[in-house]
């Protein structure tokens, strides 16, 4: 009897997952259900829509320093399909990627649909079954070695089940959660579930006045409900409603359990340039001082940080924009060094409704073998994807995590029905 597979999900790791079944075992029928209309479609919105297929990050420690969680578990995965597999995989399927100078890697063509379309054709000539718009009901054991599948159409039997659907992120992507329900009906554990790759509304209107104007390299410093300090640098957005852009969305990550609201904001530390320490600006200012003497302060700012900040800076402080450098006080200079380096803070209010890109939380890890995707609870179902209990910052990390353990289901499965071929004959 052919190796029967179910594939809930058509997101980065089902995708993977089909793909990779295709490659290891061609004879297996791999059905897909995608409760869409077409599959990837989160795929495709990502990056903009120029699709972030991985990083270029080549060094494993920083690499899995750029998860938040479930970075050990992912030890297996990465380490087998790392992003210099997963780029050399799409360019041999006809995608050739680029690295940009901040480390993410995008097909060159900046379009999300191409690397979808590699398993659109992948999946056609290899005759897939994809079952479009025929949402998943309820998944359950059927047997010691199989399980049974039933949609809104039919019930199916299969040998194993690839659970991918993802978290509740971008619900209007198909991201409902419902990959939780059938964990659950397994005796799977699920843990708490929270925003993450966030904007923040908030409560400044400082903040709000410099909607549109973006930082390169800034520093953000919070503190989580247990105490813990957390930080994270990049570049970063000021909006009509608050906050945005990479800097925010990697704190939002560790932010993703803490509790925040109008009445009980978070308070953030802003360095509008990270790394630049005390010593340094004071270094700076005191040239300036002394070298351009007759120059007028907001000069002074405006050669290190965008007009409309320094501005802002200056009335935070209360210092006359057009006041000499000569005429800066100490105690005026010692206001502008605490404002630079920490002192200048933001009040988050609210996460961005409906913003969130990635789910914090998921199945539990310690219930599945991290080496096959394999559920350590019953042996026909296994799990790819946001649905684990695995985030990370932006910067291709989470479509990197999907795609590793996509493929290590794959191959878990293949390996798997091999094994059981081998051992009848024998």
């Known amino acids: 009897m052919p190796l029967r597979v179910a594939i809930i999900g058509g997101g980065a790791a089902g995708l993977m997952g089909a793909a990779t079944l295709l490659e290891e075992y061609p004879s297996a029928k791999i059905h897909l259900f995608e409760k869409n209309k077409q599959l990837g479609t989160k795929v495709i919105i990502s990056g903009g829509g120029r699709c972030n297929v991985t990083t270029g990050i080549r060094d494993k420690k920083e690499l899995f320093s ?23 995989w799409f360019e041999a399927h006809g995608v ?6 901040d480390n993410r890697i995008f097909p060159v063509s900046n379009k999300g649909q191409d690397v979808v379309g590699v398993f659109e054709k992948l999946f056609k000539q290899h005759g897939v079954s994809l079952h479009f718009s025929e949402p998943v009901i309820s998944i359950s054991q059927k047997g010691p070695l199989s399980a049974e599948l039933i949609t809104t159409k039919k019930t199916y039997e299969f040998d194993a089940i690839v659970l991918c659907t993802g978290g509740n992120a971008y619900r209007h992507t ?14 799977h554990s699920i843990t708490p579930l929270g925003p993450s790759l966030n904007s923040f509304l908030c409560a400044e209107e400082w903040v709000k006045s410099l909607s549109g104007l973006s930082l390169s390299h800034a520093e953000l410093r919070a503190q989580t409900d247990d105490g813990t300090q957390v930080s994270a640098q990049g570049p970063m957005l000021f ?9 925010v969305f ?12 109008p009445e009980k ?17 004071n270094e700076i200012i005191h040239s300036e001082m002394k070298q351009n003497g007759a120059q007028q302060i907001i000069t002074l700012l405006k050669n290190h940080l965008p007009h409309r900040l320094a501005q802002t800076i200056l009335e935070i402080t209360s210092i006359p924009a057009e006041k000499k450098n000569s005429e800066i006080s100490r105690e005026e200079r010692e206001k502008l060094l605490l404002i630079l380096t920490g002192k200048l803070t933001i009040s988050l209010t609210k996460r961005r409704p409906g913003d969130e890109f990635v789910t914090a939380g998921g ?26 209990d695995i985030d990370g910052v932006t910067g291709g990390f989470n479509l990197q995590a999907s795609w590793a353990t996509g493929r290590l289901a794959g191959k878990s499965i293949a390996h798997d029905k091999r094994k059981k071929t081998q051992d009848r004959i024998d």
């Open 239 to 247: 909006t009509h409603f608050g906050v945005s852009g990479p800097s």
């Open 174 to 187: 198909g991201s409902t959660g419902d990959g939780y329900d059938f964990a659950q009906s397994f005796g």
């Open 363 to 388: 199945v539990k890890l310690s219930e599945v073998d991290s080496k096959t995707m394999r559920s350590k609870l019953h042996p026909s179902l296994y799990f790819a994807g946001e649905v684990l």
């Open 66 to 88: 750029k998860y938040t969680r479930g970075s050990h578990f992912l030890r297996t995965a990465i380490g087998q399909f790392p992003p210099e597999k997963v780029v050399e």
């Open 265 to 281: 904001p978070v308070h953030i530390a802003m360095l509008p340039i990270a790394g630049r320490s005390a010593h340094e600006w």
């Open 96 to 101: 050739p990627l680029k690295t940009e100078p």
């Open 250 to 261: 990697a704190l939002s990550s560790h932010l993703a359990f803490t509790t925040l609201s």
